[in-house]
Protein backbone atom coordinates (compact mmCIF):
# COMPACT_ATOMS: atom_id res chain seq x y z
CA UNK A 1 0.00 0.00 0.00
CA UNK A 2 1.44 3.39 -1.30
CA UNK A 3 1.36 5.84 1.84
CA UNK A 4 2.51 9.34 1.69
CA UNK A 5 3.83 11.68 4.71
CA UNK A 6 1.91 13.02 7.42
CA UNK A 7 5.13 13.05 9.02
CA UNK A 8 3.15 25.00 3.31
CA UNK A 9 4.64 26.89 0.50
CA UNK A 10 4.19 27.31 3.24
CA UNK A 11 3.16 27.85 6.17
CA UNK A 12 -0.57 27.86 10.29
CA UNK A 13 0.24 27.59 15.36
CA UNK A 14 -2.45 26.41 15.27
CA UNK A 15 -3.27 27.14 12.60
CA UNK A 16 -2.60 27.11 9.29
CA UNK A 17 -0.40 26.36 7.26
CA UNK A 18 -0.25 26.40 7.99
CA UNK A 19 1.57 27.81 5.41
CA UNK A 20 1.13 26.35 2.13
CA UNK A 21 5.20 24.79 1.37
CA UNK A 22 7.39 22.25 1.22
CA UNK A 23 9.47 21.94 3.75
CA UNK A 24 12.07 18.73 4.91
CA UNK A 25 13.16 17.36 7.73
CA UNK A 26 16.69 19.57 8.55
CA UNK A 27 19.70 17.29 7.65
CA UNK A 28 17.72 15.09 5.64
CA UNK A 29 18.35 15.51 1.39
CA UNK A 30 15.74 15.70 -1.23
CA UNK A 31 15.07 12.69 -3.71
CA UNK A 32 12.34 15.04 -6.16
CA UNK A 33 10.61 12.94 -8.76
CA UNK A 34 12.57 15.17 -11.33
CA UNK A 35 16.45 14.53 -10.48
CA UNK A 36 18.69 13.62 -7.74
CA UNK A 37 17.71 15.05 -4.54
CA UNK A 38 20.21 16.99 -2.01
CA UNK A 39 22.78 15.53 0.33
CA UNK A 40 21.13 15.78 4.34
CA UNK A 41 23.82 16.89 7.04
CA UNK A 42 25.97 14.94 9.23
CA UNK A 43 25.63 17.62 12.37
CA UNK A 44 24.26 15.40 15.49
CA UNK A 45 22.71 18.14 16.61
CA UNK A 46 20.15 18.57 13.27
CA UNK A 47 17.92 15.56 14.72
CA UNK A 48 17.82 17.32 18.40
CA UNK A 49 17.01 20.83 16.63
CA UNK A 50 13.91 19.37 14.47
CA UNK A 51 12.84 17.58 18.01
CA UNK A 52 13.00 20.98 19.80
CA UNK A 53 11.31 22.94 17.03
CA UNK A 54 8.88 20.70 16.45
CA UNK A 55 8.09 20.30 20.83
CA UNK A 56 9.49 22.65 22.43
CA UNK A 57 9.49 25.53 21.18
CA UNK A 58 5.91 26.65 21.34
CA UNK A 59 7.53 27.67 24.61
CA UNK A 60 11.30 27.46 24.70
CA UNK A 61 11.44 30.10 21.81
CA UNK A 62 13.80 33.17 22.26
CA UNK A 63 12.80 35.16 24.24
CA UNK A 64 10.78 32.01 25.93
CA UNK A 65 7.23 32.36 26.93
CA UNK A 66 4.67 30.85 28.99
CA UNK A 67 7.00 30.30 32.22
CA UNK A 68 9.71 28.52 29.97
CA UNK A 69 13.19 29.09 32.05
CA UNK A 70 15.08 28.66 29.11
CA UNK A 71 15.89 29.25 25.34
CA UNK A 72 15.60 25.91 22.77
CA UNK A 73 16.56 27.52 19.41
CA UNK A 74 20.25 27.90 19.23
CA UNK A 75 22.52 24.79 19.86
CA UNK A 76 24.66 28.13 21.69
CA UNK A 77 21.13 28.07 23.96
CA UNK A 78 21.77 24.44 25.03
CA UNK A 79 25.56 24.95 25.91
CA UNK A 80 24.54 27.84 28.22
CA UNK A 81 23.87 28.00 32.10
CA UNK A 82 20.51 27.55 32.97
CA UNK A 83 18.59 29.70 34.03
CA UNK A 84 16.64 27.89 36.66
CA UNK A 85 19.41 26.26 37.67
CA UNK A 86 22.88 28.00 37.45
CA UNK A 87 25.04 24.76 38.67
CA UNK A 88 23.70 23.07 35.20
CA UNK A 89 23.68 23.71 31.70
CA UNK A 90 20.24 23.83 29.31
CA UNK A 91 21.14 20.43 27.62
CA UNK A 92 21.63 18.89 31.40
CA UNK A 93 18.49 20.46 32.81
CA UNK A 94 16.77 19.34 29.66
CA UNK A 95 18.05 15.46 30.46
CA UNK A 96 16.95 15.73 34.18
CA UNK A 97 13.45 17.04 32.94
CA UNK A 98 13.05 14.21 30.32
CA UNK A 99 14.12 11.23 32.77
CA UNK A 100 12.00 12.40 34.96
CA UNK A 101 8.81 12.94 33.24
CA UNK A 102 8.92 16.42 33.24
CA UNK A 103 9.54 17.54 29.80
CA UNK A 104 7.29 18.13 27.81
CA UNK A 105 5.05 19.49 30.66
CA UNK A 106 1.52 17.96 31.37
CA UNK A 107 -1.27 18.58 28.42
CA UNK A 108 1.77 18.85 25.94
CA UNK A 109 2.26 16.29 22.87
CA UNK A 110 4.38 13.70 24.59
CA UNK A 111 7.77 12.88 22.90
CA UNK A 112 7.90 9.56 20.78
CA UNK A 113 10.07 6.44 21.37
CA UNK A 114 12.31 7.54 18.93
CA UNK A 115 12.52 10.71 19.59
CA UNK A 116 13.04 10.57 23.40
CA UNK A 117 16.13 7.83 22.26
CA UNK A 118 17.55 10.80 19.93
CA UNK A 119 17.49 13.06 22.78
CA UNK A 120 19.08 10.66 25.04
CA UNK A 121 21.61 9.48 22.60
CA UNK A 122 22.93 13.07 22.21
CA UNK A 123 22.51 13.40 26.07
CA UNK A 124 24.84 10.19 26.56
CA UNK A 125 27.58 11.78 23.45
CA UNK A 126 27.89 14.92 25.79
CA UNK A 127 25.75 17.58 23.66
CA UNK A 128 27.37 17.79 20.42
CA UNK A 129 27.12 19.49 17.45
CA UNK A 130 27.03 23.12 16.42
CA UNK A 131 24.03 24.65 14.23
CA UNK A 132 21.99 23.35 11.63
CA UNK A 133 21.32 26.26 9.18
CA UNK A 134 24.16 25.70 7.19
CA UNK A 135 24.25 21.48 7.75
CA UNK A 136 20.84 20.88 5.77
CA UNK A 137 23.14 20.10 2.67
CA UNK A 138 22.75 20.97 -0.84
CA UNK A 139 19.70 20.99 -3.26
CA UNK A 140 19.91 18.61 -6.42
CA UNK A 141 18.66 18.82 -9.37
CA UNK A 142 14.86 18.67 -9.00
CA UNK A 143 15.43 17.55 -5.17
CA UNK A 144 14.54 19.19 -2.12
CA UNK A 145 16.76 21.50 -0.50
CA UNK A 146 17.89 19.50 3.43
CA UNK A 147 16.76 23.01 5.40
CA UNK A 148 14.18 23.36 7.70
CA UNK A 149 13.34 25.31 10.51
CA UNK A 150 13.34 28.68 10.68
CA UNK A 151 16.54 30.52 10.79
CA UNK A 152 17.90 32.43 8.10
CA UNK A 153 17.50 31.27 4.15
CA UNK A 154 20.52 30.08 2.27
CA UNK A 155 19.77 33.23 -0.03
CA UNK A 156 19.18 36.56 -0.28
CA UNK A 157 16.02 38.13 1.09
CA UNK A 158 14.73 40.06 -1.99
CA UNK A 159 11.15 40.82 -0.64
CA UNK A 160 9.21 41.09 2.51
CA UNK A 161 5.79 41.53 4.06
CA UNK A 162 5.75 42.24 7.53
CA UNK A 163 3.12 44.07 10.29
CA UNK A 164 3.59 47.65 10.95
CA UNK A 165 2.25 50.57 13.06
CA UNK A 166 -0.62 52.37 11.10
CA UNK A 167 1.22 55.36 8.94
CA UNK A 168 4.83 53.69 9.46
CA UNK A 169 6.68 51.13 7.87
CA UNK A 170 9.44 50.86 10.00
CA UNK A 171 7.53 50.31 12.94
CA UNK A 172 6.35 47.42 15.07
CA UNK A 173 2.59 47.12 15.70
CA UNK A 174 1.40 47.36 19.26
CA UNK A 175 -0.68 44.55 20.29
CA UNK A 176 -2.60 45.44 23.38
CA UNK A 177 -2.71 43.05 26.47
CA UNK A 178 -5.58 41.05 26.55
CA UNK A 179 -6.20 40.83 23.04
CA UNK A 180 -8.40 37.99 22.08
CA UNK A 181 -8.60 36.32 18.93
CA UNK A 182 -8.01 39.88 17.07
CA UNK A 183 -8.04 39.91 12.96
CA UNK A 184 -5.74 42.42 11.64
CA UNK A 185 -5.06 42.58 7.56
CA UNK A 186 -1.81 44.61 6.32
CA UNK A 187 -2.04 45.54 2.78
CA UNK A 188 0.80 46.04 0.35
CA UNK A 189 0.86 47.27 -3.04
CA UNK A 190 2.70 43.83 -4.93
CA UNK A 191 6.41 44.22 -5.37
CA UNK A 192 7.16 41.12 -7.79
CA UNK A 193 8.02 42.12 -11.69
CA UNK A 194 5.79 40.11 -14.07
CA UNK A 195 9.27 37.37 -14.33
CA UNK A 196 10.30 36.66 -10.77
CA UNK A 197 9.99 33.81 -9.38
CA UNK A 198 10.17 32.56 -5.27
CA UNK A 199 12.54 30.22 -5.14
CA UNK A 200 12.70 30.07 -1.41
CA UNK A 201 10.55 31.37 1.54
CA UNK A 202 11.20 32.13 5.62
CA UNK A 203 7.70 32.87 7.75
CA UNK A 204 9.47 35.18 10.29
CA UNK A 205 7.45 34.62 13.15
CA UNK A 206 8.40 37.96 14.69
CA UNK A 207 6.81 37.77 18.84
CA UNK A 208 5.19 34.14 19.27
CA UNK A 209 3.91 35.47 22.93
CA UNK A 210 1.09 37.18 20.41
CA UNK A 211 0.29 35.59 17.30
CA UNK A 212 -1.75 32.81 16.88
CA UNK A 213 -0.97 32.48 12.99
CA UNK A 214 -0.36 34.59 10.12
CA UNK A 215 -1.71 34.02 6.32
CA UNK A 216 -0.47 36.29 3.24
CA UNK A 217 -3.48 36.46 0.13
CA UNK A 218 -2.97 38.13 -3.00
CA UNK A 219 -5.67 40.25 -3.68
CA UNK A 220 -7.16 42.54 -5.95
CA UNK A 221 -7.29 46.22 -4.51
CA UNK A 222 -6.43 47.92 -1.45
CA UNK A 223 -4.00 50.84 -0.25
CA UNK A 224 -0.23 50.28 0.17
CA UNK A 225 0.29 50.12 3.46
CA UNK A 226 -2.81 50.13 5.11
CA UNK A 227 -3.67 48.34 8.58
CA UNK A 228 -6.86 47.66 9.16
CA UNK A 229 -7.11 46.83 13.18
CA UNK A 230 -9.29 44.20 13.80
CA UNK A 231 -12.53 42.85 11.95
CA UNK A 232 -10.20 41.31 9.58
CA UNK A 233 -11.73 37.87 8.68
CA UNK A 234 -10.90 35.79 6.02
CA UNK A 235 -13.80 35.77 3.80
CA UNK A 236 -13.38 39.74 4.05
CA UNK A 237 -9.91 39.21 2.32
CA UNK A 238 -11.48 37.91 -0.64
CA UNK A 239 -8.40 36.72 -2.07
CA UNK A 240 -6.18 33.75 -3.03
CA UNK A 241 -4.41 32.63 -0.16
CA UNK A 242 -0.83 32.55 -1.14
CA UNK A 243 1.38 31.75 2.30
CA UNK A 244 0.85 31.56 6.09
CA UNK A 245 2.65 30.45 8.89
CA UNK A 246 1.16 28.16 12.48
CA UNK A 247 2.89 26.30 14.98
CA UNK A 248 5.37 23.91 13.94
CA UNK A 249 5.96 25.86 10.42
CA UNK A 250 9.04 26.49 8.68
CA UNK A 251 11.33 27.37 6.03
CA UNK A 252 10.68 26.27 2.15
CA UNK A 253 13.17 25.87 -0.39
CA UNK A 254 11.61 24.83 -3.86
CA UNK A 255 13.51 22.41 -6.12
CA UNK A 256 15.45 23.60 -8.65
CA UNK A 257 12.79 22.90 -11.44
CA UNK A 258 10.47 24.49 -9.38
CA UNK A 259 9.02 28.14 -7.79
CA UNK A 260 6.26 29.92 -7.09
CA UNK A 261 4.71 33.61 -8.34
CA UNK A 262 2.40 36.58 -6.68
CA UNK A 263 0.91 38.36 -9.83
CA UNK A 264 -1.96 39.98 -8.28
CA UNK A 265 -2.14 43.77 -8.00
CA UNK A 266 -2.09 43.68 -3.56
CA UNK A 267 -0.92 41.31 -1.03
CA UNK A 268 -3.05 40.97 1.94
CA UNK A 269 -0.87 40.05 5.10
CA UNK A 270 -3.46 38.69 8.01
CA UNK A 271 -2.45 37.96 11.34
CA UNK A 272 -4.32 36.76 14.22
CA UNK A 273 -3.38 37.87 17.68
CA UNK A 274 -4.23 35.91 20.88
CA UNK A 275 -2.58 37.08 23.80
CA UNK A 276 -2.77 37.80 27.52
CA UNK A 277 0.25 39.93 28.18
CA UNK A 278 0.31 41.90 24.17
CA UNK A 279 3.33 43.14 23.18
CA UNK A 280 5.42 44.58 19.80
CA UNK A 281 4.97 42.37 16.31
CA UNK A 282 6.64 42.64 12.77
CA UNK A 283 6.12 39.12 11.81
CA UNK A 284 6.02 38.06 8.57
CA UNK A 285 6.78 36.95 5.16
CA UNK A 286 10.33 36.92 3.71
CA UNK A 287 11.45 35.69 0.25
CA UNK A 288 14.47 34.79 -2.32
CA UNK A 289 13.73 35.11 -5.89
CA UNK A 290 14.85 34.74 -9.02
CA UNK A 291 14.39 35.98 -12.76
CA UNK A 292 16.00 33.05 -14.24
CA UNK A 293 12.73 30.67 -15.63
CA UNK A 294 11.59 27.65 -14.06
CA UNK A 295 9.87 24.85 -15.59
CA UNK A 296 6.96 24.62 -13.00
CA UNK A 297 4.77 26.73 -11.24
CA UNK A 298 3.20 26.06 -7.82
CA UNK A 299 0.22 27.06 -5.86
CA UNK A 300 -1.34 26.51 -2.23
CA UNK A 301 -5.01 24.89 -2.77
CA UNK A 302 -7.47 24.67 0.24
CA UNK A 303 -8.89 21.00 0.58
CA UNK A 304 -11.50 20.15 3.39
CA UNK A 305 -14.73 21.67 5.14
CA UNK A 306 -16.67 24.34 7.33
CA UNK A 307 -19.33 21.82 7.86
CA UNK A 308 -18.46 20.87 11.35
CA UNK A 309 -20.57 20.37 14.50
CA UNK A 310 -18.32 18.43 17.32
CA UNK A 311 -21.21 17.03 19.79
CA UNK A 312 -20.24 17.40 24.11
CA UNK A 313 -18.16 14.56 25.11
CA UNK A 314 -17.45 13.04 21.45
CA UNK A 315 -15.09 9.87 21.51
CA UNK A 316 -14.56 10.18 17.72
CA UNK A 317 -16.51 13.06 15.93
CA UNK A 318 -15.80 13.77 12.19
CA UNK A 319 -15.82 15.70 9.53
CA UNK A 320 -15.11 15.38 5.80
CA UNK A 321 -14.70 17.47 2.80
CA UNK A 322 -14.68 15.89 -1.10
CA UNK A 323 -12.97 17.68 -3.65
CA UNK A 324 -13.97 16.48 -7.34
CA UNK A 325 -12.23 18.40 -10.27
CA UNK A 326 -8.96 19.75 -8.88
CA UNK A 327 -7.26 19.40 -12.06
CA UNK A 328 -9.25 21.86 -14.63
CA UNK A 329 -7.79 20.85 -17.63
CA UNK A 330 -7.69 17.53 -19.77
CA UNK A 331 -3.87 17.45 -17.78
CA UNK A 332 -2.77 15.93 -14.25
CA UNK A 333 -1.52 18.20 -11.71
CA UNK A 334 1.31 16.85 -9.25
CA UNK A 335 0.92 17.50 -5.46
CA UNK A 336 4.19 17.96 -3.85
CA UNK A 337 3.12 19.18 -0.16
CA UNK A 338 0.53 18.47 2.15
CA UNK A 339 -0.49 20.80 5.20
CA UNK A 340 -3.02 19.42 7.49
CA UNK A 341 -4.50 21.95 9.76
CA UNK A 342 -7.30 21.26 13.25
CA UNK A 343 -7.42 23.10 16.41
CA UNK A 344 -6.89 22.24 19.80
CA UNK A 345 -9.54 19.31 19.54
CA UNK A 346 -8.05 17.47 16.67
CA UNK A 347 -7.03 14.17 16.87
CA UNK A 348 -6.37 12.36 13.32
CA UNK A 349 -6.16 13.42 10.14
CA UNK A 350 -6.58 12.17 6.07
CA UNK A 351 -6.64 13.05 2.92
CA UNK A 352 -7.71 9.89 0.69
CA UNK A 353 -7.32 9.54 -3.24
CA UNK A 354 -11.17 8.12 -3.59
CA UNK A 355 -11.08 4.13 -5.50
CA UNK A 356 -6.89 3.81 -4.20
CA UNK A 357 -5.37 2.59 -0.82
CA UNK A 358 -2.98 6.27 -1.18
CA UNK A 359 -3.12 8.87 1.82
CA UNK A 360 -1.99 12.34 1.02
CA UNK A 361 -2.03 12.90 4.71
CA UNK A 362 -2.13 10.23 7.16
CA UNK A 363 -2.13 11.05 10.99
CA UNK A 364 -3.03 8.30 12.78
CA UNK A 365 -6.09 9.09 15.71
CA UNK A 366 -4.57 10.23 18.94
CA UNK A 367 -1.03 11.62 17.49
CA UNK A 368 -2.19 15.06 16.20
CA UNK A 369 -0.14 18.03 17.67
CA UNK A 370 -1.96 21.73 17.57
CA UNK A 371 1.78 23.18 19.10
CA UNK A 372 3.21 20.91 16.07
CA UNK A 373 1.49 21.74 12.58
CA UNK A 374 4.07 20.57 9.82
CA UNK A 375 4.03 20.85 5.91
CA UNK A 376 5.19 17.27 4.31
CA UNK A 377 6.72 16.76 1.35
CA UNK A 378 5.09 14.43 -1.31
CA UNK A 379 7.16 12.85 -3.93
CA UNK A 380 5.11 14.53 -6.98
CA UNK A 381 1.92 12.68 -6.60
CA UNK A 382 0.04 12.62 -9.92
CA UNK A 383 -3.40 13.30 -9.96
CA UNK A 384 -5.68 12.88 -12.70
CA UNK A 385 -8.76 14.70 -14.27
CA UNK A 386 -11.86 13.16 -12.71
CA UNK A 387 -10.08 11.63 -9.36
CA UNK A 388 -11.31 12.66 -6.14
CA UNK A 389 -9.82 13.33 -2.48
CA UNK A 390 -11.42 13.18 0.58
CA UNK A 391 -10.26 15.07 3.50
CA UNK A 392 -11.48 13.47 6.97
CA UNK A 393 -11.28 15.15 10.23
CA UNK A 394 -11.30 13.06 13.65
CA UNK A 395 -12.22 15.41 16.84
CA UNK A 396 -12.39 14.32 20.44
CA UNK A 397 -14.61 16.66 22.59
CA UNK A 398 -13.81 16.08 26.68
CA UNK A 399 -15.90 19.23 27.38
CA UNK A 400 -19.53 19.48 28.37
CA UNK A 401 -20.47 21.72 25.22
CA UNK A 402 -20.60 21.03 21.54
CA UNK A 403 -18.03 22.85 18.65
CA UNK A 404 -18.59 23.85 15.56
CA UNK A 405 -16.71 25.51 12.93
CA UNK A 406 -14.88 28.98 13.57
CA UNK A 407 -11.66 31.27 13.46
CA UNK A 408 -11.26 31.18 17.52
CA UNK A 409 -8.32 28.31 18.46
CA UNK A 410 -11.73 26.83 20.93
CA UNK A 411 -13.81 26.83 17.92
CA UNK A 412 -12.69 24.17 14.98
CA UNK A 413 -11.52 23.62 11.64
CA UNK A 414 -10.45 20.77 8.91
CA UNK A 415 -8.12 21.83 5.71
CA UNK A 416 -5.91 20.43 4.18
CA UNK A 417 -3.02 22.83 2.24
CA UNK A 418 -1.91 21.29 -0.64
CA UNK A 419 0.99 22.97 -2.92
CA UNK A 420 0.31 21.77 -6.29
CA UNK A 421 1.99 21.93 -9.96
CA UNK A 422 1.12 23.58 -12.79
CA UNK A 423 -0.57 26.82 -11.04
CA UNK A 424 -2.57 27.40 -13.93
CA UNK A 425 -4.20 23.75 -13.93
CA UNK A 426 -5.57 23.67 -10.54
CA UNK A 427 -8.70 25.46 -8.41
CA UNK A 428 -7.57 26.87 -5.53
CA UNK A 429 -10.19 25.88 -3.17
CA UNK A 430 -12.15 22.34 -3.06
CA UNK A 431 -14.29 21.11 -0.77
CA UNK A 432 -17.48 22.21 1.07
CA UNK A 433 -18.43 25.45 2.28
CA UNK A 434 -14.91 26.80 2.47
CA UNK A 435 -15.45 29.96 3.63
CA UNK A 436 -12.17 31.03 6.16
CA UNK A 437 -9.46 29.51 3.60
CA UNK A 438 -6.50 29.28 5.35
CA UNK A 439 -7.16 29.89 9.03
Known sequence: MKKFGAAIFVGVPASILMACGPTQPIGTGGSGGGGTGGTGGTNPFCAVQTILQQRCQSCHTNPPIGGAPDPFVTYADTQKTSVENPLATVWQMMKTKLDGGLMPPTGYTQLSTDEKTTLENWFAAGAPGADCAADGGTSGSGGWAGFGGQGPLPCTVTRSFKAHASGNLNAKYAVAPGTTNQYNCYTFKNPFTSDEIITASRPAADNLNVIHHFLLFGVN???????????????????????????????????????????????????????VTGGDDASGMEYCTTTKPRTNIAKCVTLGTDNI???????????????????????????????????????????????????????????????????????????????????????????????????????????????VYPASGSKTECGQGITFTGN
Open 221 to 275: GGTDGAVQAGGCYTPQVNGQQLDGWAPGGGNTIFPDDIGAQITTPYVTLQIHYNT
Open 309 to 419: SIPAGAVDATASGTCTGLPTTSSPVYVIVTSPHMHLLGSGFTTQVVGTSDLLSNIPLGTWSFEAQRHYRIDRYKLNPGQQLVTTCHYKNASSHPVNFGPATTDEMCYDFLF
